[in-house]
């Protein structure tokens, strides 16, 4: 175990925890090979579970696909963790990995990294916000807007929207397409690559089962997978007393620890979401392996009271909308329109 650092804990500078947090980065090949296993050998055992269950009742195979979004959600975290250059220690392991993830994940590898990257790069700063984050104004841009741009944005903020129909947008129309990146041939070819797969994957489903059985299996996982994977990224930076500045005075580590949630789930969900709850930390190192993360917080507690979040208050945090900068903080449609 590591040296523990002198506990003026909660109060220390982010980036002084950064030699501390670069001893945990180093993955290790038989434990990523058992976290590809144990993720990809239930999503496909349920997978087949749900199908035969269709000759039981629907409602039983849809029953069943509430489990299995859930590890199709580890997959794309691990995914996740290959974008990062964090989950093997050759790139291009991780690379290819992540690439072939992206087709099961609805996900083109290659610019999914690059806007992701640009995220952990600018995450908080006002003045960068709009590449790989969830729209977000200030009270006074939100008051400049004509009263067409407020109704938008408030569809967009709305709930049903934001966990619901955005995220099977982004992942099933928005993802076959380069969006943002029309010109770099490299992700034309990223995009397209994974449209390929993702047809040969569906054709030989549909041969293999029939393509009503299909959908009715796998519609729903895609479905609910997108829609947990949105709710966790939201919450890892949507909540009250989240960080945000403009340039000036924006620094990339506080932003990374203060600006980031640590979203304390139950032990089981906190496995099968690959400990991106401890989204604080990661943010800080993004290139310490998920299955080291829980290492961290057992090792220096300390930072697991950082902008902790519990399942049962994370909910509440859907109903903010608008970054206050007098108050520094997330309000709600309606504490902005009492003001």
């Given amino acids: 175990m590591l040296q523990r650092i002198d506990p003026q804990e909660t109060q220390k500078v982010a980036r002084d925890w950064l030699h501390v947090l670069n001893a945990y980065r180093k993955p290790e090949l038989s434990r990523s090979i058992f976290e590809l296993v144990v993720t990809a050998g239930p999503l496909i055992a349920l997978w087949v579970l749900a199908w035969l269950a269709l000759s039981v009742s629907v409602w039983l195979t849809l029953l ?4 299995a979004s859930g590890f199709l959600v580890r997959l794309f975290l691990i995914q996740h963790d290959c974008g990062h250059g964090s989950f093997f220690r050759k790139r291009a392991t991780n690379d290819w990995v992540g690439r072939l993830l992206g087709v099961l994940t609805l996900t083109p590898y290659d610019i999914w990294q690059r806007s992701h990257s640009t995220h952990h790069a600018t995450t908080g700063n006002l003045d960068e916000r709009g590449i790989g984050d969830i729209k977000t104004l200030t009270v006074a841009e939100y008051r400049d ?12 903020r709305h709930p049903i929207v934001l966990f619901g129909i955005g995220p099977a947008y982004q992942f099933v129309v928005a993802h076959r397409l380069p969006a943002g990146y029309w010109n770099n041939v490299k992700f034309w070819v990223s995009a397209m690559a994974t449209n390929i797969g993702i047809a040969a994957f569906v054709l030989f489903m549909v041969w ?5 059985a299909f959908f009715v299996v796998h519609l729903p996982i895609v479905l609910l997978a997108s829609s947990i994977g949105v709710w966790l990224f939201y919450i890892q930076h949507q909540f ?5 500045e ?6 990339v580590h506080d932003a990374a620890l203060q600006g980031s949630s640590h979203y304390d789930l ?5 496995w099968l979401t690959a400990n991106i709850g401890v989204h604080h930390i990661h943010h800080l190192c993004a290139r310490i392996p998920y299955y080291r ?4 917080i057992k090792d220096f507690p300390e930072l697991a009271d950082v902008q902790r979040i519990t399942l049962s208050e994370s909910f509440k945090y859907a109903g903010l909308q608008l970054w206050c900068t007098e108050k520094k903080r997330l309000i709600s449609f309606r504490e902005e329109s009492a003001k």
Avoid: C
């Fill in 64 to 67: 069943i696909t509430i489990p």
């Fill in 145 to 156: 807007l004509s009263l067409m741009g407020r109704f938008q944005y408030r569809i967009y």
């Fill in 208 to 212: 293999l089962v029939g393509a009503q």
């Fill in 240 to 244: 009250e007393d989240a960080h945000w």
């Fill in 246 to 251: 403009t340039a000036e005075d924006w620094n």
């Fill in 266 to 270: 139950p032990r089981p969900l906190r």
């Fill in 293 to 296: 993360l829980s290492e961290v």
